[in-house]
């Protein structure tokens, strides 16, 4: 494939600038079922990392499988590891990696509907153990970066707009005070001025909490905007990575994935034909 840069895992940062590397995982579902291949792939601390591709090409499985939610799902990593904050943590429960400083946002924000906004919020420190004190004056912080959630924090947030409850689960997640959060599509289902609010709130929350952030995205042009560093999945295989600038001029990128072709445009079809699996994975 011309102008592809085959995957480099774990990019040339020590580790000591790595807070997260994964090492040629395979997950496997239901014992039989082989949904990533060899993945590998570095998110360098207080950096925002792109994981970008199709709906199906594991991103999702992907997240899961760095913050070990996949054996609720009948899922396991069956080869490879995965190192956090310089510790081996594929083995760890989900909590204990969330004390580490690892959590993750579901896809579609998964909020508890019947609590409000604020106890929301609270439930995110439930791992916490430096008093009531400290978490009053984080629930404060995150009221500073999210003044709508302030807004609304006495209203229950099943009755909230889409946009109040993705900002909900992100400050949620900083409750924990993380050192990372993995993100997964925070871009579903809204409109692209909230999408453009809530991908200015992250670049915040990284510059101002040195929170680093792996995020899985659709919407390549938006997650390479904020991103220092992408990596493309395509069916459980890292086809290519690079710098986020490299690949937004990327011309595979841009016609695959930004909508954007050179010369003559081709059709739908020829674009969704097997042509172009063997084009990115040659």
Known sequence: MTAAVQTAPATSASPAETILSVNNIEVIYDHVILVLKGVSLAVP?????ALLGANGAGKTTTLKAISNLLRAERG??????????????????PNELVRRGCIQVLE??????????????????????DGNAAIKRDLERIYEF??????????????????EQQMCAIGRAMMSRPKMILLDEPSMGLAPQIVEEIFEIVNKL??????????????????LKYATYGYILETGRV??????KMLRENEDVK???LGVAEGNRRSFREVKSY???KRWLA
């Open 45 to 49: 601390r207080g950096g925002i990392v």
């Open 275 to 277: 042509k172009r699996r």
């Open 239 to 244: 086809v290519m990575d690079g710098p986020a």
């Open 108 to 129: 579609g924000r998964h909020c508890f509907g019947h609590l409000t906004i604020e106890e929301n919020l609270l439930t995110g420190a439930f791992t916490r153990r």
């Open 146 to 163: 999210f003044p709508r959630l302030r807004q609304r924090r006495t209203s229950m947030a099943g009755y909230t707009s889409g946009g």
């Open 76 to 93: 396991e990593v069956t080869k490879g590891t995965i190192v956090f904050d310089g510790e081996r943590v594929d083995r760890l429960s």
């Open 255 to 257: 016609e695959f994935y």
């Open 206 to 223: 990284n510059a101002s909490e040195n929170v680093s952030f792996l995020l899985a995205e659709q919407n390549t042009n938006m997650a």
